[in-house]
């Protein structure tokens, strides 16, 4: 058996690029024949694939294209020979992005057109959520296998930053937000909150957005102007950037809450992140965020600023809660780890 993952993408610190790399690296301890091949590749990971453009594809290889976002790679993989299976990790939907950058909404856009294309030209379908899998399903795919996205454990148990977390570790409460900052994550929202929560509430707090600030500039720099305007500073609100591994579970470990309010997810990661190092999670409701947190955390079902705001400070507050949510957090993240096996992904395949 020889297995081929194909992206437009592959990038360090990517939940679907390091989710690629698990299962390429499970393979070849599997002794599978294993390749990754992706139009562009960060430097970081050069060594761990193949220029697409420059690999002639191999018939005779099970052939997994990971799709998020329109890609010459799409009309290749329709036209490939071989067993072919798309795994659908959502496109984020093209009216987030209007106003801030008209490459990704047209990006967007056109990605749900190849979505159409592939759902009608693939006879095998995997998802990362069931939430992803509906989507597929109103696009008339059958047989679509459910495989959240795979972690390495490993990773989690590298010594975090000492020197990241000093900063935070100053009195005041750390809500955390870990993503690619950009405007289906809803940061301006974060930022209102963090705002309501330094007029109102009785802990003096601050947010952390971990995450990737270059991908939209304009946004950034919007969210930026938003809390000068709010009347936050540095001390209130930190983006880190792209941060490496050891810094952010130094922000995981720092934090008192993991919050998000964003409005569009096909899983999220973070999510299930959180609940491995105990951080209790409020969220928003959105997308596949219910389905991810499986009943751990506290979900958010309206915006209404003030009523989040009450939530984080009675969270923050209550030390019996706190550790019921750390309870519940923990078993969704020993159930996340079943359904991740990749063990799981190979015997699906196997039977195709």
Do not use: W
Request: charged content about 25%; proline content about 6%.
């Amino acid at each position: 058996m020889v297995v081929e993952q194909y992206l437009s993408g592959f990038h360090a610190g990517d939940a679907v690029g390091n989710s690629t790399l698990c299962f390429h690296r499970f393979l070849l301890g599997r002794g599978v024949a294993s390749r990754i091949l992706a139009l562009t590749i960060d430097p970081p990971l050069r060594g761990q694939a193949l220029p697409a453009r420059d690999h002639r594809p191999d018939p005779g290889a099970l052939k997994i294209y990971h799709f998020a976002i329109a890609s010459p790679l799409s009309a290749e993989f329709i036209r490939s020979a071989g067993t072919k299976v798309l795994l659908y990790h959502n496109v984020t939907p093209s009216r987030f992005f209007a106003g801030f950058s008209p490459r990704l909404q047209r990006l967007t856009e056109t990605a749900r057109l190849e979505l159409r294309d592939l759902a009608a030209h693939c006879r095998h379908f995997v998802a990362d959520s069931r939430y992803n899998a509906d989507e597929l399903r109103e696009l008339g795919a059958g047989g679509v296998f459910v495989h959240p996205v795979m972690s390495d454990e490993s990773e989690y148990e590298a010594p975090p930053s000492p020197s990241f977390a000093a900063p935070f570790r100053d009195g005041r409460r750390n809500l955390l937000f870990v993503g690619r900052v950009t405007p289906n994550k809803r940061i301006e929202d974060l930022i209102k909150l963090l705002a309501f929560c330094k007029r109102h509430a009785s802990l003096p707090m601050r947010l952390i957005v971990a995450g990737n600030t270059a991908t939209l500039p304009r946004y950034y720099f919007s969210l930026l102007d938003l809390a000068a305007r709010l009347r936050l500073d540095a001390r209130d609100l930190v983006f880190t950037g792209h941060i490496p591994r050891e810094e952010l579970l130094a922000a995981y470990g720092a934090a008192d809450l993991f919050v998000s309010l964003s409005e569009h997810e096909g899983f999220c990661l973070p999510l299930v992140e959180s609940c491995r190092f105990g951080l209790p999670v409020v969220a928003y409701a959105a997308g596949a965020v219910p389905e991810t947190l499986g009943g751990a955390g506290l979900l958010l079902r309206s915006k209404e600023i003030a009523a989040a705001a009450t939530l984080v400070e009675r969270v923050l507050g209550d030390a019996e809660l706190r550790q019921r949510l750390r309870q519940t957090g923990l078993r969704r993240y020993e159930e996340y780890r079943q359904q991740a096996r990749p063990e799981r992904l190979l015997a699906h395949l196997q039977a195709l």
